[in-house]
């Protein structure tokens, strides 16, 4: 049928008269079903699908929410589920799925959730360290000073010192964005020569919760929570010295990994409605799309997307997959977090194979303010809490302070209420992690007129460190320190305690080490690609901070801040969107997979004691937590070969995947014979249920500084496998030459354990340039 007739038999279909209550869908289009329409007619298209199933035109136009164009070929649309089955049927439609609110949000999940150790802001750009070499890649990027980043998030706080345009050039000629004022209580948001523009998506919000409440959120691009201003500050703020959270912590010279990069700003996270900020924000699909939409066709060259869901959502039903193959199309390049669902394995979001997906580790600081016991032992806590005591005070375990009542499984936990002021006053409270938000044990704490508060790590904190803003002086100690103070304060008739100031340390060993709530792998939607793709900084990162916003984000909390400390997937994202950034400046021709294979074939493995980077619990790391490793921008600028890939190769991934994701929902016409998902030329390598063998194709392309070279092939094979290549060394005689290869993985003879994964990496080298690639294979 062509286009036509469906329409027309479209219009001939009965009224609809469905009571249901409409809600939003998303209507998506194959990927050759837009063509080369003019924008407006592409508008009109969709209103006249609209308007078949509607009853008056006036009634179309209402129910039109979005008209996408670029990030996907569809819109979204006030739909009964009647309507949407309608749509549906339509040959033409690939999918038509109700987006739930609730399906994304920031991934600095309740922000202050987690753990830590320390941040890095010199330091980010370069896993070595030296600022030389740091330079020197700035110079050579210009510090990034014509690329474009689009960052979706909450907004930003435009006054920030970060975001100063002062000595910067003009907007580059290829910006065809806008900068939004909208409305808000400071005068709305504006522009300069830093954040070039801006824009807010609030329909689908609306569409939902009705209108915006003006006292949790403004319509404006003005970042009100905090986490859109760190994100986007961390990608590309400027270098402001002797900034620092909190009155002195971390203090230093504030930088963006791309600092004289333009900033395009999206806010498509709002407040969640009689919610307190602190239970983070909610990023609506169909706003998402929208976003995505107008970065595209504003021109941006990188976007930054700390936004995922915990759900586990197939790529045609997951409106940041669909908008970021569309963006890469138009060869943007999209980094977006891997999400804070760990350690639990298989938690990844944002996992599609156009995606650069970003895993969070610690850096080489720490917070120090060691706990004093009356008996003289003292433990090594971390906070970065300003208040300080005087002197010591009586101890106590909150499971003793409780008011009648409070369950016994819950009593050591310090909930909302649950602590008895008449035991607590004048003294500090011992509270264990588990149940809660750490902030809000120490705003009990401070409630029940406690004068210090010591956090104590569940088992399965292990010991890695929760550092936190506080409102009265506390520190965090780790799980076995707990118990060594819980024996004390059991073992003594006055237990008394001193929390020491807080102290900022730098080169602190080991780091990195991966972050307990960094998401894992394996990718379940496809365990054919091995996910994560790389790790940067996520613990305890300094940065930007919005002036409306508390730095704990509790309701109590009247502190206000320039900079302040966070923690997730969601800070370290950025810091890979701004290495993608500088090698956008350098190599303006890289495809967005070049510059991924780059990042991520360049990545390292090992810490700043040598040692192979361990989870925070002390064991080996593996590339289901750090993907290829570290990243290292400035080795990344001659990674000497690249793997490359198309839009195209994404299409033809699409229809191998096995999990339901093929031709069906696509429209896109897959050739008889399906490449296996295996084959995408990804930068590593994964292979679940190997039984026998099986041979993968990768092709290479020189990108090193001479045309002459010959590599040869090494691997360390997983446990239980053999790896080899053929052929096993590869000429080139100019730059740009591509050569392809196969390597076959053959599970060995013997005993071996079923379904668990083992881990190793093959490396193509000619003695100067090493190409690493990390692989996962699990036996049948
Ligand atoms: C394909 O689309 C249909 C309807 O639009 C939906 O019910 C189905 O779940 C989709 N399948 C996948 C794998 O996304
Ligand atoms: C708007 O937000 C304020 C502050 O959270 C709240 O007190 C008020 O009830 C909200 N109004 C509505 C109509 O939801
Ligand atoms: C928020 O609370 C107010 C007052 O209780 C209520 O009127 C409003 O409907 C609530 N808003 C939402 C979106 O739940
Ligand atoms: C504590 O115990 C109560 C009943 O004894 C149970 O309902 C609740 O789920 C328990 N809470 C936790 C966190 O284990
Ligand atoms: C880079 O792109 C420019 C413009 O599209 C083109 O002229 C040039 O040949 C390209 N360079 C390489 C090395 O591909
Ligand atoms: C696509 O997926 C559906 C359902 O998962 C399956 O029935 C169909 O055979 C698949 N088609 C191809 C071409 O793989
Ligand atoms: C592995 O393959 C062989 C031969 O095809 C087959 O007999 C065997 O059942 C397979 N083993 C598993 C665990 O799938």
Same mark, same amino acid.
């Given at each position: 049928?062509?286009?036509?007739?469906?329409?027309?038999?479209?219009?001939?279909?009965?009224?609809?008269?469905?009571?249901?209550?409409?809600?939003?869908?998303?209507?998506?289009?194959?990927?050759?079903?837009?063509?080369?329409?003019?924008?407006?007619?592409?508008?009109?298209?969709?209103?006249?699908?609209?308007?078949? #199933?509607?009853?008056?035109?006036?009634?179309?136009?209402?129910?039109?929410?979005?008209?996408?164009?670029?990030?996907?070929?569809?819109?979204?649309?006030?739909?009964?589920?009647?309507?949407?089955?309608?749509?549906?049927?339509?040959?033409?439609?690939?999918?038509?799925?109700?987006?739930?609110?609730?399906?994304?949000?920031?991934?600095?999940?309740?922000?202050?959730?987690?753990?830590?150790?320390?941040?890095?802001?010199?330091?980010?750009?370069?896993?070595?360290?030296?600022?030389?070499?740091?330079?020197?890649?700035?110079?050579? $990027?210009?510090?990034?000073?014509?690329?474009?980043?689009?960052?979706?998030?909450?907004?930003?706080?435009?006054?920030?010192?970060?975001?100063?345009?002062?000595?910067?050039?003009?907007?580059?000629?290829?910006?065809?964005?806008?900068?939004?004022?909208?409305?808000?209580?400071?005068?709305?948001?504006?522009? %300069?020569?830093?954040?070039?523009?801006?824009?807010?998506?609030?329909?689908?919000?609306?569409?939902?919760?009705?209108?915006?409440?003006?006292?949790?959120?403004?319509?404006?691009?003005?970042?009100?929570?905090?986490?859109?201003?760190?994100?986007?500050?961390?990608?590309?703020?400027?270098?402001?010295?002797?900034?620092?959270?909190?009155?002195?912590?971390?203090?230093?010279?504030?930088?963006?990994?791309?600092?004289?990069?333009?900033?395009?700003?999206?806010?498509?996270?709002?407040?969640?409605?009689?919610?307190?900020?602190?239970?983070?924000?909610?990023?609506?699909?169909?706003?998402?799309?929208?976003?995505?939409?107008?970065?595209?066709?504003?021109?941006?060259? *990188?976007?930054?997307?700390?936004?995922?869901?915990?759900?586990?959502?197939? &790529?045609?039903?997951?409106?940041?997959?669909?908008?970021?193959?569309? $963006?890469?199309?138009? %060869?943007?390049?999209?980094?977006?977090?891997?999400?804070?669902?760990?350690?639990?394995?298989?938690?990844?979001?944002?996992?599609?194979?156009?995606?650069?997906?970003?895993?969070?580790?610690? *850096?080489?600081?720490?917070?120090?303010?060691?706990? #004093?016991?009356?008996?003289?032992?003292?433990?090594?806590?971390?906070?970065?809490?300003?208040?300080?005591?005087?002197?010591?005070?009586?101890?106590?375990?909150?499971?003793?302070?409780?008011?009648?009542?409070?369950?016994?499984?819950?009593?050591?936990?310090?909930?909302?209420?649950?602590?008895?002021?008449?035991?607590?006053?004048?003294?500090?409270?011992?509270?264990?992690?588990?149940?809660?938000?750490?902030?809000?044990?120490?705003?009990?704490?401070?409630?029940?007129?406690?004068?210090?508060?010591?956090?104590?790590?569940?088992?399965?904190?292990?010991?890695?460190?929760?550092?936190?803003?506080?409102?009265?002086?506390?520190?965090?100690?780790?799980?076995?320190?707990?118990?060594?103070?819980?024996?004390?304060?059991?073992?003594?008739?006055?237990?008394?305690?001193?929390?020491?100031?807080?102290?900022?340390?730098?080169?602190?060993?080991?780091?990195?080490?991966?972050?307990?709530?960094?998401?894992?792998?394996?990718?379940?939607?496809?365990?054919?690609?091995?996910?994560?793709?790389?790790?940067?900084?996520?613990?305890?990162?300094?940065?930007?901070?919005?002036?409306?916003?508390?730095?704990?984000?509790?309701?109590?909390?009247?502190?206000?801040?320039?900079?302040?400390?966070?923690?997730?997937?969601?800070?370290?994202?950025?810091?890979?969107?701004?290495?993608?950034?500088?090698?956008?400046?350098?190599?303006?021709?890289?495809?967005?997979?070049?510059?991924?294979?780059?990042?991520?074939?360049?990545?390292?493995?090992?810490?700043?004691?040598?040692?192979?980077?361990?989870?925070?619990?002390?064991?080996?790391?593996?590339?289901?937590?750090?993907?290829?490793?570290?990243?290292?921008?400035?080795?990344?600028?001659?990674?000497? #070969?690249?793997?490359?890939?198309?839009?195209?190769?994404? #299409?033809?991934?699409?229809?191998?995947?096995?999990?339901?994701?093929?031709?069906?929902?696509?429209?896109?016409?897959?050739?008889?014979?399906?490449?296996?998902?295996?084959?995408?030329?990804?930068?590593?390598?994964?292979?679940?249920?190997?039984?026998?063998?099986?041979?993968?194709?990768?092709?290479?392309?020189?990108?090193?500084?001479?045309?002459?070279?010959?590599?040869?092939?090494?691997?360390?094979?997983?446990?239980?496998?053999?790896?080899?290549?053929?052929?096993?060394?590869?000429?080139?005689?100019?730059?740009?030459?591509?050569?392809? &290869?196969?390597?076959?993985?053959?599970?060995?003879?013997?005993?071996?354990?079923?379904?668990?994964?083992? &881990?190793?990496?093959?490396?193509?080298?000619?003695?100067?340039?090493?190409?690493?690639?990390?692989?996962?294979?699990?036996?049948?």
């Amino acid at each position: 049928m062509n286009k036509i007739s469906i329409l027309l038999s479209l219009f001939l279909l009965p009224l609809l008269a469905s009571s249901a209550q409409k809600q939003v869908y998303i209507v998506r289009f194959g990927e050759d079903g837009g063509g080369e329409k003019v924008l407006h007619e592409i508008e009109d298209t969709h209103h006249s699908y609209l308007q078949s #199933l509607k009853e008056s035109e006036e009634e179309a136009r209402a129910s039109l929410v979005y008209s996408y164009k670029h990030s996907i070929n569809g819109f979204a649309a006030m739909l009964t589920p009647d309507q949407a089955s309608k749509l549906s049927e339509l040959e033409e439609v690939a999918s038509v799925y109700k987006s739930e609110p609730g399906k994304y949000s920031a991934h600095t999940t309740r922000s202050w959730q987690f753990v830590g150790l320390e941040e890095t802001h010199k330091k980010k750009m370069s896993g070595d360290g030296d600022d030389d070499d740091d330079d020197d890649m700035l110079v050579k $990027a210009s510090y990034g000073k014509d690329v474009i980043v689009g960052v979706l998030d909450s907004g930003a706080w435009p006054e920030s010192k970060s975001f100063s345009d002062e000595g910067m050039g003009p907007v580059p000629k290829s910006w065809k964005g806008i900068c939004q004022t909208g409305v808000d209580d400071y005068n709305g948001f504006h522009c %300069n020569k830093k954040i070039i523009g801006a824009r807010y998506y609030l329909k689908g919000y609306e569409q939902y919760y009705g209108h915006l409440n003006v006292s949790e959120d403004c319509p404006s691009p003005r970042d009100l929570d905090g986490h859109g201003t760190h994100t986007a500050s961390t990608v590309a703020g400027r270098r402001v010295p002797e900034a620092s959270a909190l009155g002195g912590f971390a203090r230093g010279t504030a930088s963006g990994g791309a600092p004289l990069a333009r900033l395009a700003i999206y806010k498509a996270c709002w407040a969640i409605p009689n919610a307190t900020k602190a239970d983070g924000n909610t990023c609506f699909e169909a706003d998402m799309l929208a976003a995505m939409d107008d970065a595209i066709a504003d021109g941006v060259h *990188v976007m930054s997307i700390s936004i995922g869901s915990t759900r586990t959502i197939p &790529f045609t039903q997951d409106g940041i997959a669909m908008g970021a193959l569309n $963006a890469v199309k138009n %060869n943007v390049v999209v980094a977006c977090s891997a999400g804070n669902s760990g350690p639990t394995p298989g938690t990844l979001s944002n996992t599609a194979p156009w995606i650069i997906t970003v895993s969070a580790s610690s *850096v080489d600081r720490a917070f120090f303010a060691p706990l #004093l016991l009356g008996n003289g032992q003292e433990f090594l806590g971390q906070t970065v809490t300003p208040y300080k005591l005087e002197k010591m005070h009586p101890l106590v375990y909150a499971e003793d302070v409780v008011v009648p009542g409070v369950a016994k499984n819950v009593s050591s936990q310090c909930l909302l209420g649950s602590l008895s002021p008449e035991k607590v006053k004048g003294k500090i409270v011992m509270c264990m992690r588990g149940l809660g938000m750490r902030v809000e044990k120490g705003q009990e704490v401070k409630r029940a007129g406690g004068v210090g508060f010591v956090l104590g790590n569940s088992p399965a904190n292990g010991n890695e460190l929760a550092c936190d803003a506080h409102l009265l002086p506390a520190t965090a100690v780790g799980y076995d320190d707990a118990v060594k103070i819980l024996k004390y304060i059991k073992s003594t008739k006055n237990p008394m305690a001193f929390i020491k100031q807080a102290r900022t340390t730098l080169n602190y060993q080991p780091a990195p080490f991966m972050a307990a709530f960094t998401s894992r792998g394996p990718n379940v939607l496809d365990p054919n690609i091995l996910k994560p793709d790389i790790t940067a900084p996520g613990l305890n990162i300094l940065a930007a901070w919005s002036a409306a916003s508390s730095p704990s984000k509790l309701l109590e909390d009247k502190r206000s801040v320039d900079y302040n400390i966070d923690s997730g997937t969601s800070m370290a994202c950025p810091h890979v969107a701004a290495a993608a950034a500088l090698l956008k400046a350098i190599h303006p021709n890289w495809s967005s997979a070049a510059i991924r294979s780059a990042l991520m074939t360049t990545a390292w493995m090992k810490n700043n004691e040598g040692l192979p980077i361990s989870e925070s619990n002390g064991n080996l790391g593996t590339p289901f937590t750090y993907g290829s490793g570290h990243f290292r921008p400035i080795k990344a600028m001659d990674p000497g #070969l690249v793997y490359d890939a198309s839009y195209n190769d994404y #299409l033809l991934y699409l229809c191998s995947t096995s999990n339901g994701l093929n031709d069906t929902n696509l429209t896109f016409k897959c050739p008889k014979v399906i490449p296996s998902a295996a084959n995408l030329n990804y930068p590593s390598l994964a292979i679940p249920n190997l039984n026998g063998t099986v041979i993968v194709k990768r092709t290479v392309t020189n990108v090193g500084s001479s045309s002459k070279s010959a590599y040869f092939f090494t691997a360390k094979p997983p446990l239980g496998v053999s790896v080899k290549a053929t052929p096993n060394l590869l000429f080139f005689n100019r730059v740009g030459q591509k050569k392809s &290869f196969t390597i076959t993985v053959r599970a060995r003879r013997g005993k071996h354990q079923k379904n668990v994964y083992g &881990f190793g990496w093959y490396t193509w080298t000619d003695g100067h340039y090493y190409v690493r690639s990390p692989m996962a294979v699990s036996l049948a």
